[in-house]
């Protein structure tokens, strides 16, 4: 049942040529076979070399999954999706599974990584950066593995850890996000492929940054992978992913699902840029984002962080949220949402806090140009037993050229009464007077707007690790280039 | 050669004539002052010239060194040399000031072929300035204008200037709001700016700036129209007798 094909295919002249990652790797490729069925779900895990086990669960998540619906809440419009007109696995032919070391890796996909400026070569990486690259289903390199096992770190693909670390991914894998949490995380359950799986042993201090980059490459593949970080006591990781994908006037799926495992005293801190394909300026081919990110701060004095700038994608369902069982512990979303032409954009987060003295902050900006619509949705849910819970939410909007839309929808649920909520919200528009302001000294339409958005986003935009900030800078401009003017 | 030549402009704004007929002319190293009573156009005047949206030239012209400006968008025309320091300087929340100032003057740079300046460049030089206009380090890691008092905008106005180094300046009333001491260091900024290449347009509504400012000429606008120009004497002269003497008189 397997078929090579060539991704050489045609890709159709778009006009999205703003976006400056959609290129195609012309690259041989082993695919599962068309659509979703229980031998899809045998052949990814046998590709994957499984253990029993993990093919047991993938089936039971596929038996829960085809009993489920989509969810219909969120304030996205879409065609239905035909779950069987798609492939679930798609991997290059010359890459094995499991990449003995970087030399082993295909020329062209290292080229890939280049040109998206990601050089896998250790020697010219940004210092103090690990990265794991995935590339459709699979993960084709990780560097300076040798450094973060001196530190007694473990940073491999997921595939990997099944096979060489089964006793901590039993104990972990789905214990945030359950089997059967959602249709996507369910869906994602039966079929993932590859993502990055971190631990960070008791009391270590992750020596670097630590990022994993997904490729989609293949046209009508969807991509399923699956992330698990476990920061044990007092330990600390900061992590990074970035995504894109070619130009394809068809929609692709993306189900990706996260989790995170905060013990006593650790942090981690979770920061995605997503530069999915977002579509041309007509609406047509992007993304669907459809993702399910949670941590755990499982351990007293524990904190989780997350920070993602999401600017690419057609549609975005994505609520990076917080557990906070721990007493003392401490959850964070910062983001930014930016919408242009026709991209619909869902997102927000949720803090549930169950502990003693948990504290919860939001920090939200969405923007919205074009004819897109930015919601931002957000659960503050206070349980009984959390005394003295504190959550503070900042939600602004901004809003460029009259089509666009901005929502938000806040629940706020307080079950004790030491609770102290306190949400803002702001709506405004890039006004005439700061736009003449800027291009009076000289900069350009176009620039003074990416100017005054990554003001608007600055207090998002620090929290970035250093490396990564700039690059979302520029990002910001691009992804908005077109919507003046 | 004439810096700055305004020929019969006509400008309205949302349908409605505000300048009903301005000619003025600015040779090089000329600085002239415009004054005139509150809504007399001054304002309309000094956005049509750095290219504002929504100011509208009905008739007439504006030729600056010789070419028309008209058509140039605003930040084309700060390329050129064109500099406006306006009379409410805009708060741009979260960009920091001195991020803000090496943007703007690469973006200047860039359009002109030259080099851009590095960071360690742009820092040296806006330190230079800063410190003449006693602006303090710590105002320009803040957020641009947002939060600044109404002088300490005005001198950033004036290190803008002074870094950019324009061609032609245009000052719309920064002297209003100024105390004394701090009307000394914008006045000796502005002065520091005259040169034999450049001109300047200092629009103010009080004769007071023009104690440390002496003008080549001085030109009155009333009503959307230049009633009188004369020297530096007219200055005095308004202050005497008022803005009704002249406007009436003419
Ligand atoms: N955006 C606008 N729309 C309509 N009228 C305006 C606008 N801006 C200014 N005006 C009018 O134009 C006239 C000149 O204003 P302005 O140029 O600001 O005067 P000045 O700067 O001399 O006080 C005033 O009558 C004012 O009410
Ligand atoms: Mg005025």
Redesign the pocket.
């Known amino acids: 049942m397997t078929a090579a094909y060539d991704t050489s295919e045609r890709v159709a002249e778009l006009a999205g040529e703003k976006y400056k990652d959609g290129f195609v790797t012309e690259i041989e490729m082993v695919r599962a076979e068309k659509g979703l069925n229980e031998e899809v779900v045998r052949f990814i895990s046998a590709r994957k070399q499984e253990p029993e086990w993990m093919l047991e669960w993938r089936l039971s998540a596929f038996q829960r999954w085809r009993q489920m619906s989509e969810p219909k809440w969120a304030r996205v419009h879409y065609p239905p999706i035909d779950y069987q007109d798609a492939y679930y696995y798609a991997a290059p032919k010359s890459q094995p599974d499991r990449p003995a070391s970087l030399d082993d890796v295909d020329p062209k996909l290292i080229e890939t990584y280049q040109k998206l400026g990601i050089p896998l070569s250790e020697q010219k990486l940004l210092a103090g950066v690990a990265v794991d690259a995935v590339f459709d289903s699979v993960s084709v390199a990780t560097t300076f593995k040798r450094r973060l096992n001196e530190a007694g770190v473990i940073f491999c693909p997921i595939s990997e850890a099944i096979r060489d670390y089964p006793d901590l991914v039993r104990k972990y894998l789905g214990s945030v996000v359950p089997v059967t949490d959602n249709f996507f995380a369910t869906l994602n359950s039966a079929v993932f492929s590859d993502g990055s799986f971190v631990y960070v042993p008791e009391g270590v201090r992750c020596p670097m940054e630590l990022s994993t980059y997904f490729r989609i490459n293949a046209s009508e593949t969807g991509q399923f992978e699956r992330t698990l970080i476990i920061a044990d006591k007092n330990s600390y990781v900061s992590y990074l992913e970035g995504c894109t994908a070619p130009k394809r006037d068809r929609h692709q799926l993306h189900a990706a699902v996260v989790e995170l495992v905060a013990l006593d005293g650790a942090e981690i801190k979770y920061s995605t840029v997503q530069n999915w394909y977002p579509g041309d300026e007509n609406g047509r081919g992007g993304i669907y984002n459809f993702v399910t990110k949670r941590g755990d701060c499982r351990g007293r004095g524990s904190k989780i962080s997350w920070t993602q700038v999401e600017t690419g994608s057609a549609i975005t369902w994505k609520y990076p949220s917080c557990i906070l069982r721990g007493d003392d512990s401490i959850g964070e979303f910062y983001s930014i949402a930016i919408t242009n032409n026709y991209q619909q954009a869902d997102t927000g987060t949720k803090m549930l806090h169950l502990g003693r003295n948990t504290r919860s902050r939001i920090i939200s900006k969405g923007i919205s140009a074009g004819r897109a619509q930015n919601t931002y949705r957000g659960l503050v849910s206070v349980h009984a037993k959390a005394e003295n819970a504190r959550n503070h939410t900042q939600c602004d909007s901004l809003l460029i050229g009259p089509h666009c839309g901005a929502h938000t929808v806040p629940y706020i649920e307080g079950r004790n009464p030491s609770a102290k909520i306190e949400h803002e919200a702001t709506t405004s528009k890039i006004s005439d007077d700061q736009l003449f302001y800027a291009m009076a000294r000289g900069i350009p339409e176009e620039e003074a707007v990416a100017l005054i958005v990554n003001g608007f986003c600055r207090e998002v935009l620090q929290q970035l690790p250093m490396e990564f900030a700039v690059e979302a800078q520029k990002l910001v401009g691009i992804s908005l280039e077109g919507s003046v003017g | 050669m004439k810096l700055l030549e305004i020929d019969d402009l006509h400008v309205s704004?949302?349908g409605?004539e505000?300048l009903k007929g301005i000619t003025l002319s600015v040779p090089e190293g000329e600085l002239h002052a415009i004054m005139?009573p509150?809504?007399?156009?001054?304002?309309?005047l000094s956005y049509t010239l750095a290219g504002r949206e929504g100011y509208e030239v009905t008739r007439g012209q504006v030729l600056y060194r010789g070419d028309d400006l008209t058509a140039l968008s605003p930040d084309r025309r700060a390329a050129l040399g064109v500099f406006l320091a306006l009379?409410y300087p805009v708060e741009i929340p979260g960009v920091v000031t001195l991020t803000f100032l090496k943007v703007a003057l690469n973006a200047q740079r860039r359009a002109r072929g030259e080099q851009e300046f590095d960071a360690v460049q742009v820092l040296r030089s806006v330190r230079q300035n800063a410190a003449a206009l006693n602006i303090p380090e710590d105002m320009l890691k803040r957020p641009l204008n947002a939060g600044f008092s109404g002088g300490e905008k005005k001198r950033m106005e004036i290190l803008q200037m002074a870094l950019f180094e324009p061609r032609l300046a245009i000052l719309d009333e920064t002297d209003s709001g100024l105390d004394i001491d701090a009307l000394r260091l914008v006045a000796s900024g502005v002065n520091a700016q005259r040169a034999p290449d450049r001109g300047i347009l200092v629009i103010t509504h009080y004769q007071r700036l023009l104690d440390y400012i002496v003008p080549d000429r001085v030109h009155v606008l009333a009503g959307g129209r230049i009633v009188r120009s004369g020297g530096p004497d007219l200055a005095l002269e308004l202050e005497k007798s008022g803005y009704g003497a002249v406007v009436e008189v003419a």
């Not at chain 2, 509150?38 to 309309?44: A, E, L, P, Q, V």
């Open positions: 704004v949302q409605k505000i005139g509150n809504g007399s156009g001054k304002s309309t009379q």
